[in-house]
């Protein structure tokens, strides 16, 4: 395991469809978080899993947005009727704390969302 | 609230020069960490160091060293001898106590080095 994978790399859709985004975590981190990044911007706290339990969501996240991570392993980010605002680089990362302190996360490559 | 500020938006330099990226940042918390990413035009954010905010000992790794100041919430990033392949955006990044480890990423400064 090399680590963090997206899929797909790049994605562009049309104005109202809905799209998925896929994310592998590094296999022994239990922590997996979603971020969005716009262009000329750094990336912005969208949520974040422990396990299978999403303990946290950004308020960027609105309703259109629904992020699952079923079985503490992948996770997937789901947004409905996209609009062209969504446009934006998907980061996940993944981390493993040692204790409750941050840790590091590592990131993906990243799914590249074009609304059109 | 938690704010990382990263005044310079682009540098450019010429291969071999020294270069320092500049990361203040903005906390009430006693207990953070403190990051930096590096993300070339490839995309994906590599992980260069976390320094958490009761070692303010400066480090150094190769060619990188990073000067951390509590005195001046300050976090900064020097490049010695630069060279082509750290031609990259490069961002710092900030997480509190309490936030469960989400980080909140400076805006980034470009850099281009040029041969």
């Known amino acids: 395991d090399t680590g963090v994978s997206q899929d797909p790399r790049h994605k562009i859709t049309k104005r109202g469809q809905n799209v998925t985004f896929r994310c592998d975590p590094i296999?022994?981190?239990?922590?997996l978080y979603w971020y969005r990044q716009t262009l000329g911007q750094g990336p912005e706290f969208l949520t974040y899993?422990?396990?299978?339990?999403?303990?946290?969501k950004s308020r960027l996240l609105s309703d259109r947005f629904s992020a699952e991570r079923p079985k503490g392993s992948f996770s997937t980010l789901e947004i409905q009727r996209t609009e062209q605002g969504d446009s934006a680089m998907y980061l996940c990362?993944?981390?493993?704390?040692?204790?409750?302190?941050?840790?590091?996360?590592?990131f993906g490559p990243g799914t590249r969302l074009t609304v059109l | 609230a938690q704010k990382v500020t990263q005044a310079q938006t682009e540098i450019s330099v010429v291969e071999k020069e020294d270069v320092t990226l500049d990361c203040v940042y903005e906390?009430?918390?006693?207990?953070?960490?403190l990051f930096w990413y590096k993300q070339p035009p490839s995309g994906e954010l590599v992980f260069l160091i976390r320094?958490?905010?009761?070692?303010?000992q400066n480090e150094i790794s190769g060619r990188y060293s990073w000067n951390f100041q509590k005195s001046t919430s300050s976090f900064n990033f020097t490049i010695t001898a630069s060279q082509v392949v750290d031609s990259a955006v490069y961002f710092c990044?900030?997480?509190?106590?309490?936030?469960?480890?989400?980080?909140?990423f400076g805006k980034g400064t470009k850099l281009s080095v040029k041969p």
């Open positions: 320094r958490n905010s009761f070692d303010e």
């Open positions: 990362a993944s981390s493993a704390p040692r204790t409750t302190s941050t840790d590091t996360q590592y």
């Open positions: 906390t009430r918390d006693t207990t953070y960490y």
């Open positions: 899993f422990q396990n299978e339990a999403q303990l946290e």
């Open positions: 296999s022994e981190h239990n922590r």
């Open positions: 990044a900030l997480s509190a106590g309490g936030s469960q480890g989400n980080l909140i």
